[in-house]
């Protein structure tokens, strides 16, 4: 028996907002330490939103289904409220239950959206 969900298995195969973006005014390469896989992910943001977000990156079913339903999740959101997302949020968006190693790949996207939002260009 598969440990995954379909949605999960679906967005694995099938990663929404893949690929990357020549306008991005943010950027950012983070990976996870404990087995290497990257993720890039870059924006578009005005002054109070998230207009448009890709990433790419190699990873496990998890981080890139984590990645590709965070990315949907996050366009056209306010920026003050993609600050509030949290590790209870991707836990609940995954609606999966996670190990401690297997939460931090569910966590990485959540990461990198959030180096995004506080780098500086
Ligand atoms: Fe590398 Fe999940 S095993 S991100």
Known sequence: ??????????????????????????????????CGDRIEMEAVFTKKKLEEIKFRGQGCAISIASASMLTDYVKNKA??????LDKEFMIKMLGINLGPSRIKCALLPLEALHNLINSKS
């Open 79 to 84: 920026n003050e409220d993609l600050q509030k």
């Open 1 to 34: 028996m598969n440990i995954y969900s379909e949605i999960v298995l679906e967005h694995y195969k099938n990663p929404h907002n893949y690929g990357s973006i020549s306008k991005a005014n943010k950027k950012t390469v983070l990976f996870n330490p404990s």
